[in-house]
């Protein structure tokens, strides 16, 4: 009996980890280019310790290697959102000026004029530095990620060409999320992907959303909730037998 309700609230416990993934991915639904990346189960192991190997408990297992699915694409009409096109991701510069990647692409010019994106980490060139357009500046984005900027009264309608976006096919390279939100190759921090076979493009005037599927999260929600409720009936039912054994110990003493 005690070994049932030590295993049912073990795993109640262990369940934690794939609440917290599920309510994560829940929360992210509407952010910009956010992936998926954890996948977590509860799988049964050997308990360690002294006596028998027959003891087994649940135990929380989890992955974390970035879902490059692409997710909807949504028209904005905004001249400075792109949608990375495949697998493409975006280079960035993160708060210690490191290099990252991001497929967050609703951008913005800051008041120095680098090219950022809506999280505020500064976009870079292709070349590796930042990306700088003028301030005043319409800017215009190619499929191709080149920048062209056009400054109002200088006769130039096609703009002058002021870098091309750092982007990188990452169909070949399995990522993983860094603790600010942004992607590295996995076990490298501040490295460059190498490009894969597809050439690299990006929508504009677009943005693409999440690749949460809500309903599935709450289904999977759902089923947490009940798996919760039946570790503790059965915990409850084990308190019960134990009651019921007190009980008849007393009678026939």
């Known amino acids: 009996m005690d070994r049932l309700a030590f295993n ?10 794939t609440r917290q993934v599920a309510v994560n991915e829940l929360a992210n ?13 509860v799988v049964a192991v050997t308990a360690e310790g002294p006596g028998m ?10 992955t974390d290697v970035i879902q490059l699915n692409p997710g909807p694409v949504m028209a904005t009409g905004r001249p400075l959102d792109i949608s990375m096109n495949d697998r493409a991701v975006l280079g960035v510069s993160t708060a210690d000026g490191k290099l990252a990647f991001t497929r967050r692409g609703d951008l913005r010019i800051s008041s120095t004029g680098v090219l950022e994106n809506g999280s505020g980490y500064a976009v870079r060139a292709d070349g590796g530095g930042p990306l700088t ?26 703009g002058v ?3 091309r976006l750092m982007l ?12 600010d939100g942004l992607f590295q190759p996995e ?35 759902m089923d947490q909730s009940r798996s919760f409720e039946q570790q503790v009936r059965i915990i409850q039912e084990v308190k019960s037998g134990d009651e019921a054994g007190s009980s008849m110990m007393k009678l026939n003493a």
């Open 161 to 163: 060409l002021v870098g």
């Open 187 to 221: 076990g490298k921090e501040n490295a460059d992907i190498t490009n894969g076979t597809k050439p690299t493009t990006v929508t504009a005037r677009a943005l693409e959303g999440s690749n949460v599927n809500a309903m599935q999260i709450l289904v999977k929600m």
């Open 29 to 41: 639904v509407l952010t910009p280019g956010f992936k998926r990346s954890y996948e977590s189960a």
């Open 53 to 62: 190997p027959t003891r087994i408990q649940p135990q929380a297992t989890a």
């Open 8 to 17: 049912a609230a073990a795993a109640i416990n262990e369940q934690r980890l």
């Open 133 to 158: 357009v003028p301030v005043n500046a319409d800017v215009n984005i190619n499929a191709d990620g080149t920048v062209f900027a056009v400054v109002p009264g200088q006769g130039n309608p096609a």
């Open 168 to 179: 990188r096919d990452a169909a070949q390279t399995k990522l993983e999320r860094r603790e």
